[in-house]
């Protein structure tokens, strides 16, 4: 399995751009990179997924290099509502997935 | 996304008796589910990977007879923590996954206090 590497912490405030970044440098060719936001005493929520180059939903942005060694998870204007711990994972397609997390990245939004 | 539910949110045991945690796919078919436990500040680690109607894979270090899995149907997955002990208190959260689909989705957790 692909080793995931994120800062342990990160500050922002409100309204601002928030950008985490993940290195995965043994990530194989079938693997697809996923970030999960967790809440306090809550399970992982699903955020975004992708493969390659550039991804967007409503809620983020994955930007992920030609290389695909790392990615990065981007929140656009965050509020407080966005503090919480934020897991990059790798894995395969189908069934060999298994979602095994690391450290992950704790976000805290201030005022 | 799909939605996954775990009962129940939060229970309270004497130590000695066994918990019964219910995982629940409730609109996809779950071939694939998978029980972890989180300490305080701490990630989720993985303790079981189970398969409809197959035996469960336990991770290295968690005890099989203690923790019982059982994955009857695509819709239900069961964890029982057996004899349970203050140090078996912690959040246990459940993921489920379709066969062809690298997207888990975790139900809400349970917090399991040992008194």
């Known amino acids: 399995l692909a080793k995931t590497t994120q800062p342990i912490s990160m500050d922002s405030y409100e309204g601002q751009e928030v950008n985490i970044t993940c290195s995965h440098n043994?990530?194989?060719?079938?693997?697809?990179i996923t970030w999960y936001q967790q809440f306090p005493s809550q399970g992982p929520r699903f955020i975004i997924q992708?493969?390659?180059t550039k991804v967007t939903n409503e809620v983020a942005s994955l930007f992920i290099p030609a290389d695909r060694k790392s990615s990065t998870l981007s929140l656009p204007r965050v509020s407080l509502s966005d503090t919480a711990v934020y897991y990059c994972l790798v894995g395969g397609a189908g069934g060999s997935y298994i979602p095994t997390f690391g450290r992950g990245t704790s976000l805290i939004v201030h005022p | 996304g799909a939605v996954v539910s775990q009962h129940p949110s939060w229970v309270i045991c004497k130590s000695g008796t066994s918990v019964k945690i219910e995982c629940r796919s409730l609109d996809f078919q779950a071939t694939t589910m998978f029980w972890y436990r989180q300490f305080p500040k701490q990630s989720l680690m993985l303790m079981a990977t189970s398969n409809e109607g197959s035996k469960a894979t336990y991770e290295q270090g968690v005890e099989k007879d203690k923790f019982l899995i059982n994955h009857a149907s695509l819709t239900l997955s069961t964890l029982t923590v057996t004899s349970a002990h203050p140090e078996d208190s912690s959040f246990y959260i459940c993921?489920?996954?379709?066969?062809?689909?690298?997207?888990?989705?975790f139900g809400q957790g349970t917090r399991l206090t040992v008194v």
């Open positions: 043994n990530i194989a060719t079938n693997d697809y």
């Open positions: 992708g493969y390659k």
């Open positions: 993921s489920a996954r379709r066969r062809e689909n690298t997207e888990a989705f």
